[in-house]
């Protein structure tokens, strides 16, 4: 396998998280330009945060769809898994966003100051169907990429951007409305507006090879398969999301509470994007990992990516790129803007290993050993929550505090998937030990 190869195939998975990381600076960048930027940023901030804690189960149905939909019976199978989701977490978004359930996350256990809080439940109230859109789009990209057609998911993306951008553009210039309302109502708009171009670009593969009369020679797959191979998965994405609530707790209780509140999503923003290359690679490396004579490219080109990245975030950094961006781009104030600016430093080995763990990631679920996956983000989470509480017992910075516990806790992760790959999977121990001969 060429390296080529694999940079064709992986270009679309990238281009589309890269347009999709896009949409929140958007957004973020519209309400800066609105009365009352700060207290809206930080609403839309855990707004965006709880939203996407709660789709967290389904987060990972990219990799069951991409690894398990192999024939009409299968898709029928995850299809219906997925509506199961769909239904369960738009019931816990009507509980949060509806019932005084609300006080206590946002209030009580977030510790949100009053005046942000207030514009926080309005977001959550139109987010509402959120997850259900995420779950069915995420479902079906997945059996794009298996099928050998990543572009369509840039497509995708891409009238996700036009659509959630065109709103907030709109109602920005076009009504009065509360910049949370603007910033809320574009991403609600730009997931339909996905999920539908999803629904239709996967017709010629019903048409085709997902037909009922499709010829098949995979074994059969059953609910109870799915479920358990889903799972680990599905503990994985809600430990990695629950990350953005556990730093905003954070934010929320160091110094300068609302200015951090504010600060954070733009740099989460700046992150995201700068881990849209890492975000992009556990379904090539599945897609693409056919035996073992595919191990050692595929290695190869993830260590290439992620020095790559490493260069690209710390010329962003340490360039007058950062300042355009934040006081240009999200013309953010001048409070705001240099603690985000002077906290990039303490962010910069996070994108590249990051990208060092989702290879690791993509070569064990492709492996079938998601449980692996699933303990490496206990490994995660448990570093992250004993730097934070260091942090907030020592008083530290916010930001630069949770740049430490992010970047200690993916280090401590890859150590964890290295070693689990290097035990569970035998054609990978080989293939390593090869290498280092």
Same mark, same amino acid.
């Given at each position: 396998?060429?390296?080529?190869?694999?940079?064709?195939?992986?270009?679309?998975?990238?281009?589309?998280?890269? &347009?999709?990381?896009?949409? #929140?600076?958007?957004?973020?960048?519209?309400? %800066?330009?609105?009365?009352?930027?700060?207290?809206?940023?930080?609403?839309? #901030?855990?707004?965006?945060?709880?939203?996407?804690?709660?789709?967290?189960?389904?987060?990972?149905?990219?990799?069951?769809?991409?690894?398990?939909? $192999? @024939?009409?019976?299968?898709?029928?199978?995850?299809?219906?898994?997925?509506?199961?989701?769909?239904?369960?977490?738009?019931?816990?978004?009507?509980?949060?966003?509806?019932?005084?359930?609300?006080?206590?996350?946002?209030?009580?256990?977030?510790?949100?100051?009053?005046?942000?809080?207030?514009?926080?439940?309005?977001?959550?109230?139109?987010?509402?169907?959120?997850?259900?859109?995420?779950?069915?789009? +995420?479902?079906?990209?997945?059996?794009?990429?298996?099928?050998?057609?990543? +572009?369509?998911?840039?497509?995708?993306?891409?009238?996700?951007?036009?659509?959630?951008? #065109?709103?907030?553009?709109?109602?920005?210039?076009?009504?009065?409305?509360?910049?949370?309302?603007?910033?809320?109502?574009?991403?609600?708009?730009?997931?339909? !507006?996905? !999920?539908?171009?999803?629904?239709?670009?996967?017709?010629?593969?019903?048409?085709?090879?997902?037909?009922?009369?499709?010829?098949? @020679?995979?074994?059969?797959?059953?609910?109870?398969?799915?479920?358990?191979?889903?799972?680990?998965?599905?503990?994985?994405?809600?430990?990695? &999301?629950?990350?953005?609530?556990?730093?905003?707790?954070?934010?929320?209780?160091? @110094?300068?509470?609302?200015?951090?509140?504010?600060?954070?999503?733009?740099?989460?923003?700046?992150?995201?994007? !700068?881990?849209?290359?890492? &975000?992009?690679?556990?379904?090539?490396?599945?897609?693409?990992?056919?035996?073992? %004579?595919?191990?050692?490219?595929?290695?190869?080109?993830?260590?290439?990516?992620?020095?790559?990245? =490493?260069?690209?975030?710390?010329?962003?950094?340490?360039?007058?790129?950062?300042?355009?961006?934040?006081?240009?781009?999200?013309?953010?104030?001048?409070?705001? =803007?240099?603690?985000?600016?002077?906290?990039?430093?303490?962010?910069?080995?996070?994108?590249?290993?990051?990208?060092?763990?989702?290879?690791?990631?993509?070569?064990?679920?492709?492996?079938?050993?998601?449980?692996?996956? %699933?303990?490496?983000?206990?490994?995660?989470?448990?570093?992250?929550?004993?730097?934070?509480?260091? =942090?907030?017992?020592?008083?530290?910075?916010?930001?630069?505090?949770?740049?430490?516990?992010?970047?200690?806790?993916?280090?401590?992760?890859?150590?964890?998937?290295?070693?689990?790959?290097?035990?569970?999977?035998?054609?990978?121990?080989? $293939?390593? !030990?090869?290498?280092?001969?």
């Amino acid at each position: 396998m060429k390296q080529r190869e694999i940079f064709w195939f992986w270009l679309p998975l990238f281009a589309s998280w890269l &347009l999709m990381t896009a949409e #929140g600076p958007i957004v973020s960048a519209s309400i %800066n330009r609105l009365p009352n930027e700060v207290i809206m940023l930080a609403a839309q #901030g855990i707004v965006v945060s709880l939203s996407v804690t709660i789709e967290s189960p389904i987060i990972n149905l990219l990799a069951t769809s991409t690894a398990l939909v $192999k @024939d009409r019976a299968s898709f029928l199978l995850v299809r219906r898994f997925t509506v199961h989701w769909m239904v369960l977490l738009t019931a816990v978004s009507i509980a949060i966003a509806f019932t005084p359930l609300f006080d206590l996350i946002v209030r009580t256990w977030l510790g949100t100051p009053d005046d942000v809080a207030t514009w926080v439940r309005p977001g959550m109230q139109i987010m509402t169907l959120w997850s259900a859109a995420i779950a069915w789009r +995420r479902f079906l990209q997945g059996v794009l990429i298996h099928f050998n057609q990543p +572009r369509k998911m840039a497509w995708g993306t891409a009238v996700r951007l036009l659509t959630s951008g #065109g709103t907030v553009i709109g109602l920005s210039l076009l009504t009065d409305l509360p910049g949370v309302v603007n910033g809320t109502t574009a991403l609600m708009a730009g997931v339909v !507006a996905e !999920a539908i171009y999803a629904t239709i670009a996967i017709r010629p593969l019903l048409q085709n090879e997902l037909s009922e009369t499709a010829v098949s @020679d995979e074994d059969s797959l059953t609910y109870q398969d799915l479920f358990w191979f889903h799972l680990p998965l599905a503990g994985t994405a809600v430990m990695v &999301l629950l990350v953005q609530p556990l730093v905003t707790f954070s934010l929320a209780r160091l @110094d300068r509470p609302t200015q951090s509140l504010a600060a954070w999503p733009v740099v989460f923003q700046i992150m995201l994007m !700068a881990r849209a290359a890492a &975000l992009a690679l556990p379904e090539a490396v599945i897609a693409l990992t056919k035996g073992p %004579n595919s191990y050692a490219p595929i290695r190869r080109f993830s260590l290439t990516l992620a020095a790559v990245v =490493g260069l690209a975030v710390t010329l962003f950094a340490f360039s007058p790129l950062a300042r355009l961006y934040l006081f240009g781009v999200q013309d953010m104030t001048s409070e705001v =803007g240099t603690l985000a600016q002077s906290s990039l430093i303490y962010f910069l080995f996070f994108p590249t290993l990051t990208v060092i763990g989702m290879w690791l990631r993509g070569v064990l679920i492709n492996g079938r050993k998601t449980t692996a996956v %699933n303990v490496a983000m206990v490994v995660n989470m448990t570093v992250t929550v004993i730097v934070l509480v260091i =942090g907030l017992a020592k008083q530290w910075p916010g930001l630069p505090t949770a740049a430490v516990a992010l970047t200690l806790a993916v280090l401590a992760e890859i150590i964890y998937l290295a070693w689990r790959a290097q035990h569970d999977l035998p054609l990978f121990a080989t $293939k390593m !030990a090869t290498r280092s001969i």
